[in-house]
C-alpha cells in the first residue's frame, strides 16, 4: 500500500536552501519560521546571495529558494535562477504560497516556472476561505484556484498541503483537497503533517485508520500508492507523497524498538555526509536554520 521513500533525517540531501527573504504576505501559525529566529533580511541582497552561491555550488545538486515568501520580490528571484542557470549545472526549485505578484506580473511569473526545476506550491485549502483562515489573510486578491488551474509547466508544480488541526484534518476535508488538486493535472502532490504539539498535530495514519511503518526507522516520506482505495476514488492518478512526522520532530509520539536499534546504527555507522547549508537573504551561508 506505500512505497518507501526517503527519511530526512538521513543527510540525504546535497542542495543549498536559500532564505530569499524573512518577508511574508501571510502569517500561518504553523510555519516553521514561527519556530527559527532566522536573519530578519527584507529585501534579498541578490549579488551576495549569487556570490556565496557561486563559491558553494562545487559537489551540490540542487537549490532551493523559499522565505518568507520569496515571489513577493519576483524581480530579484528572476535574476538570482537566471545566474545559477547560467553558472552551475545545479537544478532550481522555488517553494511559494503564489502571492498576488504572480498574478500582477504574470509574464515574468511564466518565464520563472520556464527556467526552474521544479515549483512547490503551498495551497493551504481547496476551500478559499479556509486557507485565508490558515494564512490570517481575509481578503480576496486574487482567484487562486483558477489560477492555479489554467498554469502551465504543469508537470514541473507540485502542491503541498498540510494535515493541520483546526483546518484540515478530517477524513472528508483531506479527500475533498486531494481530489480537488488530483482534477487539476499537477505532477505530485505532498501532504505533510505538521507538527508543534497537539494544538496542531494529526496523524494521517490515525485519521484514515491504516497502519504505516515507523516514519523515523523507516523513512518518513513515501508514495501512497493504494490512495484510490482509501479515497473511494477509483480515477484518483496524482503521485501522492506522505511526511510523516516522528519522535525527532513532534514532542506527543514516542520512538518505537526499531527506532531505538537505528539510532544506535547510526552512531555506529556515522551517515554519509552531503553538502547542505542555508543561504540567508543577506549572502551569509548557515550550517543549518537558525
Known amino acids: 500500500m506505500f512505497k518507501k521513500h526517503v527519511n530526512c533525517c538521513d543527510g540525504i ?128 486578491l486574487y482567484d487562486r484556484q483558477t489560477f492555479y488551474n489554467n498554469l502551465p509547466y504543469k508537470e514541473k508544480i507540485r502542491v503541498n498541503l498540510n494535515i493541520v488541526k483546526p483546518f484540515l484534518y478530517t477524513r472528508i476535508d483531506i479527500r475533498n483537497c486531494l481530489v480537488h488538486y488530483d482534477s487539476m493535472g499537477f505532477n505530485s502532490i505532498k501532504i505533510s503533517e505538521i507538527q508543534h504539539g497537539t494544538e496542531h498535530f494529526v496523524s494521517f495514519k490515525e485519521i484514515f485508520g491504516i497502519k504505516l511503518p515507523n516514519p523515523y526507522s523507516h523513512g518518513c516520506q513515501i508514495y501512497l500508492e493504494n490512495l484510490p482505495d482509501l479515497l473511494n476514488c477509483p480515477k484518483f492518478k496524482t503521485p501522492v507523497l506522505l511526511k510523516a512526522s516522528c519522535f525527532l520532530c513532534e514532542d506527543t509520539l514516542k520512538a518505537s524498538i526499531g527506532d531505538g536499534f537505528k539510532v544506535l546504527s547510526k552512531l555506529v555507522m556515522p551517515a554519509k555526509k552531503n553538502k547542505y547549508g542555508v543561504i540567508y537573504g543577506n549572502g551569509s551561508l548557515q550550517k543549518g536554520w537558525i
Open 13 to 140: 540531501y546535497n542542495s543549498l536552501d536559500v532564505h530569499f527573504t524573512s518577508a511574508c504576505d501571510n502569517k500561518c501559525k504553523h510555519c516553521v519560521d514561527m519556530r527559527f529566529s532566522g536573519l530578519n533580511v527584507t529585501r534579498p541582497d541578490v549579488s551576495s546571495i549569487c556570490k556565496t552561491i557561486l563559491e558553494n555550488y562545487i559537489g551540490v545538486d540542487d537549490v532551493l529558494f523559499l522565505g518568507g515568501e520569496p515571489l513577493l520580490y519576483i524581480d530579484e528571484l528572476l535574476e538570482c535562477v537566471k545566474f545559477i542557470k547560467n553558472l552551475t549545472p545545479m537544478k532550481v526549485y522555488v517553494t511559494t504560497s503564489v502571492p498576488k505578484t504572480c498574478f500582477d506580473n504574470y509574464d515574468k511569473f511564466l518565464q520563472l516556472l520556464e527556467l526552474i526545476d521544479g515549483l512547490n506550491i503551498s495551497v493551504q485549502h481547496h476551500l478559499e476561505p479556509v486557507a485565508n483562515e490558515i494564512r490570517q489573510k481575509f481578503d480576496n
